[in-house]
């Protein structure tokens, strides 16, 4: 029988507590150490009652729920967070600062009940401490979709692509856009996972079947989708570096 879990509620909507209340109240294994209505409160309550996580609102007058996340990163056991909110704009926000999941409102029973069960899961692999990201490198994205916003492993990203102010994630024939940067995408993204090609494009290494070169010396990547990804010249070495080849080819 898994251990129980306390839960702390933070939302400024009486009727939005209410419920999650009620929901929780169903599930085995779970309870209720509090509720607060606003960001002030949780941080004290969550300093007085220790709870094992927080299903938290982000619009909350004073501070909001991003910053109530931030400041509960920085206490010495912090509870797992939730957020619960109506609004898909903070998804980004929401992975910054490691929350283990992000349920859209109105709450259905079912996706609360995921919720749930993926704060379970992170309490009972951290132990006593955070646990740390693989390397310290990313290893999901929250990305929206007609139902909601759902999680991304990293790891099953093919590509990524510039698109003006936003990052396009390409898993098979599938894709979704994020408000990222490259140049920070680049940097969060595991190097041993992920090479960067061009001031645009982003790819899994293991997603490159090959390289060939054009009759003016441009280098494109072969990938196994049988798509190609043009190599810039200031990501050659990068791509040389993973055919093995310190100078240009002679082909």
Not at 58 to 77: F, H, S
């Amino acid at each position: 029988m898994p251990e129980p879990i306390s839960f702390l509620v933070v939302d400024d909507e009486p009727l939005a507590v209410e419920r999650l209340q009620l929901l929780l109240a169903r599930m085995e294994n779970v309870s209720m150490a509090g509720t607060a209505s606003d960001g002030d409160a949780a941080l004290r309550l969550v300093e007085a009652l220790s709870p094992d996580a927080v299903l938290l609102d982000i619009a909350m007058p004073g501070l909001d729920g991003i910053d109530v996340a931030r400041a509960l990163a920085k206490v010495g056991k912090p509870p797992v967070v939730v957020f619960v909110t109506a609004f898909d704009t903070f998804a980004v926000a929401a992975f910054d600062v490691e929350a283990v999941d992000y349920v859209m409102k109105p709450v259905a029973a079912e996706r609360l009940a995921r919720a749930v069960e993926r704060a379970r899961e992170r309490i009972a692999t951290r132990g006593d401490t955070v646990p740390p990201k693989s390397g310290g490198h990313l290893e999901e994205f929250w990305v929206s979709e007609a139902r909601g916003l759902v999680r991304l492993a990293a790891q099953d990203v093919d590509r990524v692509s510039a698109e003006r102010d936003y990052m396009r994630l390409h898993v098979g024939r599938r894709s979704w856009l994020i408000n990222h940067t490259i140049g920070r995408l680049e940097e969060e993204l595991d190097p041993a996972l992920f090479v960067r090609l061009h001031r645009s494009a982003i790819v899994r290494r293991d997603f490159i079947g090959g390289f060939r070169r054009d009759e003016t010396g441009r280098w494109y990547a072969r990938l196994t989708d049988g798509e190609e990804q043009k190599v810039g010249r200031l990501y050659l070495d990068n791509a040389k570096g993973l055919a093995g080849r310190k100078t240009s080819p002679k082909v």
